[in-house]
């Protein structure tokens, strides 16, 4: 990730990863805008390529070649990556509404989320059409039909609806994999049917006549039944219906029929045209707010309707980036042309294809060979991607957006060499707005808390009850603020729920860089709402803090907590015992994989899925543990596993045999490891490697630098009697710990000097 010494003074978020989007992002991390933070909020990770889709679906490819890796762009580019479902614009104060956390404010937007096919039906059985878009949906249940036909039984027939250049590719992409499969199987692959039926006259009818005929003359060879003016109106059961009286029973129903847009777009008070696409200029700005962009097939121009082709988002790319810095500058926009006529490249499947402009076709092995040449050079810009030198980048130019003359004063300021003390304290009015949509949980133990006008916070200590105090603090790691602040509320809060303790009351100490009033005031509600998301689900309540300037973003808590006063419960770090169990709760690997997300040597659904465990709160994983009997339990952090488990065993007084091969690890860290990656930590962890009796023999094996990665709000580290242990894993499994494993085993104390031993 690239980082400037420069406040963030404009906010431009694009929604969606399509083709446009993906051009403006590269273009973005090769020559990043002054003064403006990118931003891309997506449901999915890994968005396709809709050119390689047909040979994906034939076999040629795998996912990982038909899909560009959004997370590892964004890191490449600098621009934060937002994994969430938008619902909704607020255009009155310029937010994206998303599912499942706070909207997220923009000074300009674009979106370029495709289409989804028409499935106008009188009637239609919940889940019986399968869109082909979008395409991360009809991807799962592609799969689920693969697994299908290796265990088929004879006589499936598949349906197709549309008789565009879509259809009638995924048509025969789908029936060349198939029967493959099946001959693979040793099956009789003329037992699969495909029928194809469209509600037109003729097949792909923007082509000229020579490519419509070609692809009728494939599809009947290949056996597939072509249904022409057969418009389905009705789909129950398995069974369509179409105008002209046609029944078909079909096993599986996939739609490819004309396009619309997503539905969210109806309540954000843009103009659409009748099919629900955003109207918009040649400018790719909305008709009315020209804050609001749109590219690719959401984009409707009014003056010249084009078609839903991959080949217009692409070229869009270039336009929409060179206009979304024109707005933020405040200077002319450009205006695009799209061209009118395009080479198409449709496939037939089985690496041949058929190339179409306007009245000119040819076809051949040569074309598909040339198509894909094409699709790989296309997905190199998107792939082929090399970390800036931090030490050789150069110094950030000025700031060159539109501001405002108040906005100006507050820039700066925030470039102006900042003051210490409590000059350094973020303004008052500042934090009051941003504090002010924070709602923590309220307790009755809570007498003076955030957000009355006092200087501390006053707690009441309950009766029979003892507190445990514990603080932790540090810098992100990432660029999402709510996430970060989701996961150092759960950091923090670890260390409680390890000691058996329920958690009462947190006050935060957070770090936020200057810039205009809002852009921090953003940050810091951000933040905090991701963390008191945590604290109040733990019952913790937030009872005050301190925000001041910094270079970075940070953000710690000291949390206290409440057990018996007698102890009972209570689970220590000297409280192993030969002949228990050690479990570890959650997968390790974090330190590896976020060393490894500023070098791009990382897939962003590893750090997607390393984010999740981390934003996975230990409380239930602790009370699981304690009903198991657990007597000894830490909270992995900065140490590692080796470094918590010696702490464990000094006081204990025992031995541990640590099975290395049973250790859970977070997707990627395997990989990460191998390339050389790891923490800046781990050199000052690793002088603890003298703890392992046999450490020559296991040095050189993969999993024996993960022993020392440092965890960022990793699982628990416990140990409970060997009779429960298969039960607890269980349990802790069914509570959402899926990685849940036994790791080793708890020894009397033996002669050797070094307390740990290494096995399979």
């Given at each position: 990730m690239k980082s400037v010494d420069q406040p963030v003074l404009r906010d431009v978020v694009l929604i969606g990863g399509g083709h446009s989007h993906v051009g403006v992002i590269k273009k973005f991390g090769m020559a990043p805008w002054p003064g403006v933070r990118l931003t891309v909020i997506c449901t999915d990770i890994d968005t396709p390529y809709s050119g390689m889709l047909p040979?994906?679906?034939?076999?040629?490819?795998?996912?990982?070649?038909?899909?560009?890796?959004?997370?590892?762009?964004?890191?490449?580019?600098?621009?934060?990556?937002?994994?969430?479902?938008?619902?909704?614009?607020?255009?009155?104060?310029?937010?994206?509404?998303?599912?499942?956390?706070?909207?997220?404010?923009?000074?300009?937007?674009?979106?370029?989320?495709?289409?989804?096919?028409?499935?106008?039906?009188?009637?239609?059985?919940?889940?019986?059409?399968?869109?082909?878009?979008?395409?991360?949906?009809?991807?799962?249940?592609?799969?689920?039909?693969?697994?299908r036909i290796r265990s088929h039984a004879p006589g499936m027939s598949i349906a197709v609806v549309g008789g565009g250049a879509g259809g009638v590719e995924l048509t025969l992409a789908m029936q060349y994999r198939l029967r493959n499969e099946l001959t693979k199987a040793g099956k009789n692959p003329d037992s699969l049917s495909f029928h194809l039926l469209t509600a037109g006259d003729r097949l792909l009818p923007t082509h000229n006549p020579k490519v419509q005929q070609e692809f009728m003359q494939v599809l009947q060879q290949r056996g597939v039944n072509v249904h022409l003016n057969a418009e389905v109106i009705q789909l129950n059961e398995g069974v369509l219906s179409t105008t002209q009286g046609l029944q078909l029973k079909a096993d599986e129903v996939m739609w490819v029929t004309q396009a619309k847009g997503a539905h969210w777009l109806a309540n954000t008070g843009l103009d659409l045209d009748e099919s629900g696409f955003i109207e918009v200029k040649d400018t790719l700005q909305s008709v009315n707010d020209d804050h609001v962009f749109a590219a690719g097939d959401v984009a409707s121009f009014k003056d010249r309707p084009l078609e839903k082709a991959g080949v217009f988002a692409v070229r869009m790319g270039k336009p929409l980036t060179e206009n979304l810095k024109r707005h933020m500058e405040g200077t002319p926009l450009a205006h695009y042309r799209p061209q009118r006529t395009w080479l198409a490249l449709i496939s037939t499947g089985d690496q041949f294809a058929v190339a179409s402009k306007g009245a000119l076709s040819f076809s051949?092995?040569?074309?598909?060979?040339?198509?894909?040449?094409?699709?790989?050079?296309?997905?190199?810009?998107?792939?082929?991607?090399?970390?800036?030198?931090?030490?050789?980048?150069?110094?950030?130019?000025?700031?060159?957006?539109?501001?405002?003359?108040?906005?100006?004063?507050?820039?700066?300021?925030?470039?102006?060499?900042?003051?210490g003390g409590c000059g350094a304290k973020v303004g008052a009015n500042v934090l009051s707005r941003a504090l002010q949509a924070i709602h923590p949980i309220e307790r009755d133990d809570v007498l003076v808390g955030l957000h009355a006008p006092d200087d501390a916070a006053i707690v009441r200590v309950p009766p029979g009850k003892a507190m445990v105090h514990t603080v932790d603090f540090f810098r992100a790691f990432i660029d999402d603020p709510y996430v970060f602040g989701k996961i150092a509320a759960n950091?923090?809060?670890?260390?409680?729920?390890?000691?058996?303790?329920?958690?009462?009351?947190?006050?935060?100490?957070?770090?936020?860089?200057?810039?205009?009033?809002?852009k921090v005031e953003e940050t810091l509600f951000q933040m905090m709402s991701g963390a008191v998301e945590v604290l109040n689900e733990a019952g913790c309540a937030l009872v005050g803090g301190h925000t001041g300037e910094g270079k970075e973003l940070a953000l710690g808590f000291a949390i206290n907590g409440l057990v018996d006063e007698s102890l009972?419960?209570?689970?220590?770090?000297?409280?192993?015992?030969?002949?228990?169990?050690?479990?570890?709760?959650?997968?390790?690997?974090?330190?590896?994989?976020?060393?490894?997300?500023?070098?791009?040597?990382?897939?962003?659904?590893?750090?997607?899925?390393?984010?999740?465990?981390?934003?996975?709160?230990?409380?239930?994983?602790?009370?699981?543990?304690?009903?198991?009997?657990?007597?000894?339990?830490?909270?992995?952090?900065?140490?590692?596993?080796?470094?918590?488990?010696?702490?464990?065993?000094?006081?204990?007084?025992?031995?541990?045999?640590?099975?290395?091969?049973?250790?859970?690890?977070?997707?990627?860290?395997?990989?990460?490891?191998?390339?050389?990656?790891?923490?800046?930590?781990?050199?000052?962890?690793?002088?603890?490697?003298?703890a392992i009796q046999n450490q020559a023999a296991w040095v050189n094996h993969p999993l024996y630098p993960l022993l020392f990665d440092p965890q960022t709000?990793?699982?628990?580290?416990?140990?409970?009697?060997?009779?429960?242990?298969?039960?607890?894993?269980?349990?802790?499994?069914?509570?959402?710990?899926?990685?849940?494993?036994?790791?080793?085993?708890?020894?009397?104390?033996?002669?050797?000097?070094?307390?740990?031993?290494?096995?399979?």
């Open positions: 040979g994906y679906i034939a076999g040629h490819y795998r996912f990982d070649e038909v899909h560009i890796d959004l997370g590892r762009l964004c890191a490449f580019a600098g621009a934060r990556f937002i994994q969430a479902r938008v619902t909704g614009l607020d255009r009155m104060a310029k937010k994206v509404i998303c599912e499942g956390r706070p909207p997220i404010a923009y000074d300009a937007v674009s979106i370029n989320i495709g289409s989804t096919p028409r499935v106008d039906l009188h009637e239609s059985t919940p889940g019986s059409a399968v869109p082909v878009k979008p395409i991360a949906q009809f991807n799962t249940r592609w799969q689920a039909l693969l697994e051949g092995g040569w074309v598909w060979q040339w198509k894909d040449w094409i699709d790989r050079r296309f997905m190199r810009k998107f792939t082929d991607l090399q970390p800036m030198d931090m030490d050789a980048a150069p110094a950030a130019p000025a700031p060159s957006v539109n501001l405002s003359a108040e906005e100006s004063q507050q820039a700066i300021s925030a470039i102006a060499m900042r003051c950091h923090a809060l670890g260390d409680v729920f390890a000691m058996g303790g329920q958690a009462q009351s947190a006050t935060a100490v957070a770090t936020v860089p200057p810039g205009l009033e809002a009972k419960g209570v689970m220590i770090k000297g409280g192993l015992k030969a002949g228990q169990v050690i479990i570890l709760t959650k997968p390790i690997g974090t330190g590896t994989l976020f060393a490894a997300l500023p070098q791009l040597g990382t897939r962003g659904v590893w750090i997607q899925r390393a984010l999740e465990s981390m934003m996975h709160s230990n409380r239930k994983g602790a009370a699981i543990l304690m009903e198991a009997g657990a007597t000894a339990c830490t909270d992995l952090t900065g140490f590692g596993l080796l470094g918590h488990l010696v702490e464990m065993i000094k006081p204990s007084g025992v031995d541990v045999r640590l099975k290395l091969t049973s250790l859970p690890l977070l997707d990627g860290a395997l990989e990460t490891t191998r390339a050389g990656i790891v923490s800046s930590l781990q050199p000052a962890n690793v002088r603890l490697r003298r709000a990793g699982g628990l580290l416990a140990s409970v009697p060997a009779d429960n242990a298969l039960h607890c894993v269980a349990q802790l499994r069914q509570n959402g710990y899926p990685h849940a494993a036994i790791i080793g085993e708890v020894l009397a104390q033996g002669d050797a000097l070094e307390p740990v031993a290494l096995t399979e």
